[in-house]
């Protein structure tokens, strides 16, 4: 029986971004890293190629983390002290690019003195090849104040600063714009919400092809199904030719991951949750992979085998099959 | 597809006599269209028509469903592609195969362990949903024992694998009377298949290397008289199966096309790599899989994969939601402290769990959030200071307590100030951030 497969023409295509600028685009990476550019859902070959793969980028800190869980720290061993040769530990382990997330306080408990996440960015940036993409604590007044720092003393090196929110926007754009930057644009798992601050953003007249739109994920168990949802409605709107909404998804599927009780607790949990590091691991990977075929291009994982598996479930999925 | 009302009305008689008691059979066919009066209600439409109709009324994808011993599985009658645009309605059921070359020991003891097994999330009990038993030794000896202790050691529906029909009758006459599911015919065999299918009740699982081929072979099975059908692309890859799956219920939802209108069946299992299976399995959930077959139970794999399925089919119209009230927990006396949270599932389960695993007792008092998490409800004006009073003099917390202490999630210490002012003679405390770190808050600070 002939079967007509029906096929979507989509009349809209996501920016193409490069992360990362090489010493003749004016930065000192050895490799950059593109994403972007789908004009279909994602890995639907019998309807347009996937021009670039999802990236996969590893978190590490300016220093040892407290509040990790301790299958993390073991793993990382004692170059969790060490920002230089943690990311050098990430590119070893087969990152496509390094989140590095700046903490709030030192080792001493002392709040993070610009300087020092300015050292601590030189220090990664001296260490890998790899592009890199440099987050705040998460406190929009600290991020502020630590990131434009950051921004100046890096530029044109096509970081990724974040968080870049509806409460400190126009501080990051502006660095961004100033220092030849792109910015990640975080919104809480709301279209139109990412439309907006977006919108806001251009204004200000940072081109789309250097905005990272971030949606804001959630674990498996813990809220995954309503960020999966509002990106399966980002991409939707993009090929429908929503200009707004055509930007590459970064997802930060690591850090929700190890923050729930599942992956960071060992003992006195119930037997049925099975093998502590196991369970970990698959809560990370069953994240990270169905956030992928969500639409996700940039996803920020912590576990180097979780890395690994979501590696391999790239290539699988990128492979174009015969039929296609 | 449903019918428009104009499709309808050019199967209709056309007549207008009325004794439908609606004035013309255009408007009894707007009516029917809308599924708001029976087809019966005209006495002239010709069989023909009948028939056409009542196909057109049926579901897009047809509903399957296993039984054994009281337990049941169904897929299909899903509608959407996207589950934003509704919601996807019958959960994959998770099957753990065995083979009949495995010694029946071995059988048995991996099926008692995944029969057993039942785990918690937010209040809903999880469990495996069946057993897949694949004739591997071509034995039909062998098949029937192995299905045999396959069912001593469980109640729950099965699928039974096997290429050779013979071999299949063999299994089937070991659980007769149930509904499992066959699988799979192919081009060769789908005839006896089909006839043990009709005999035995079963579902009948089809595989075939091209959607064309399936449809053909779906197509005669259901004139056969077998119209429970469960399909296999037979790719076994991430992307392959990705983009037929997707193809699938495309041709069934958006073309109306009957012949690949049914659920359809994975197989992670055949990763041979726990690694791997994960990763296939959580597509087949996601992307549209009524049967997932796993070879490899273990908890630390079936675990996520259960939440997985919970998270994708929620009505993402309504949170998954607890009824708000004043919950007592390890038997609390008056002096015991109240904990003020939500009423979204996720948030009462993770603070209730915790606290009970403490054996610590406390009133958790479950304000109305409409659902939200702490902060998400929080930061959209539902769970405020005003609220959170309201509840406690909705539940009569005061008539339970003698010690008046309330203490907040530390996400909201922004509210302490005006719960006070709300709360006149309470002692309004911040507790830690994470429900994790609440016992050991408990014992040192309260
Ligand atoms: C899923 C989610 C949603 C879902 C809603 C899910 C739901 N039913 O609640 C959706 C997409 C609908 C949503 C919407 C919004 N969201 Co929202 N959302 C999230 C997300 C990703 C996860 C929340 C979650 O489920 N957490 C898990 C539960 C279990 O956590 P919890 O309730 O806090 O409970 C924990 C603790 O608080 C503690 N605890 C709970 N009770 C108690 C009690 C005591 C006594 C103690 C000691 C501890 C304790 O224990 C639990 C486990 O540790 C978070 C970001 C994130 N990753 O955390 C944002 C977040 C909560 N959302 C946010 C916002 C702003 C919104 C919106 C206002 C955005 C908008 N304008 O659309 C809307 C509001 C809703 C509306 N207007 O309808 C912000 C809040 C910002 C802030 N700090 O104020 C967050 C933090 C995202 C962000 N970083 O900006 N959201
Ligand atoms: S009873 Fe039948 S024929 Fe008569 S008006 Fe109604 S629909 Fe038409």
Redesign the interface.
Known sequence: ??????KDKWAGTVKTITLGATSDQGGTRARTVTVGGEST??????EAPTPHRPVIALEIRDRRPDDWSPLLLETWSEVADDPARWAAAAEEAGADLIELMISPTGADGNPTTPQAAVDAVKAVLGATGLPLIVFGPGQADLDNELLVPVAEATKGERLVLGICEDKNYRTIVAAALANDHLVNART?MDVNLAKQLNILITDMGLPLDRIIMDPTTGA???????G??VM??LR?AALQGDAMTQLPMLVTPGFEAWKT??S??GE?V???????L??AI??E??TA??LI?AGADILVLRHPESLR?VC??ID??????E?? | MALSGIQIYKMLPQTNCKECSFPTCLAFAMKLAAKQVELSACPYVTEESKAALAESAAPPIRLVTLKANGNEVKAGNEVVL???EKTFYHKPGLFIRVRDDQNEDAIKQKVAAADG?????VGIDLFVDGFAVEAASGDPGAFSAAVSAVREATHRPLILIAQDAGVMEAGLRAIDGEHPLIYGANSDTWQAFAELAKQHEAALGVAAPS??EI??LT?KIKEAGVEDIVIDPMVR????S??LS??IR??AL??N?R??GYPMIAFPGDADDP??E??LA??AI??YAGFVVLDTF????????M??R???Y?D?QKPIQVTPGLYPINDPKPTDPVLATTNFS?TYF?VANEVE?SGLPAWLLVTDAEGM?VLTAW?AGKFDAERIAKAVKEFGVAEKVSQKRIILPGHVAVLSGELEEELPDWEVRVGPRE??DLPSFMKQAL
């Open positions: 029986m002939p079967v007509e497969i029906p859902l994602p890995f639907l070959h019998f809480p498996l168990g813990y809220g995954m199904e309503y999966y949802s399966e409605r939707l009780k599942e960071k607790v006195g119930p037997d049925t949750w099975g093998v502590w196991d369970r698959n809560w990977t069953l992979v169905s075929e598996r391999s479930a699988e999925l990128m492979a174009v099959p039929m296609a | 996207f589950r934003h097994y039942q785990v918690e999330y959607l064309e449809a053909d197509e890859d991430l992307n392959t990705l983009i997707t193809q495309r041709l958006k073309s096309f012949a690949l690694s791997r994960s990763s959580a597509q996601a992307k273990s908890p630390e794999l079936v675990y996520p994969l939440v997985m919970e998270n994708i929620t993402p996720i993770s695993g998490s930061a429900a994790v």
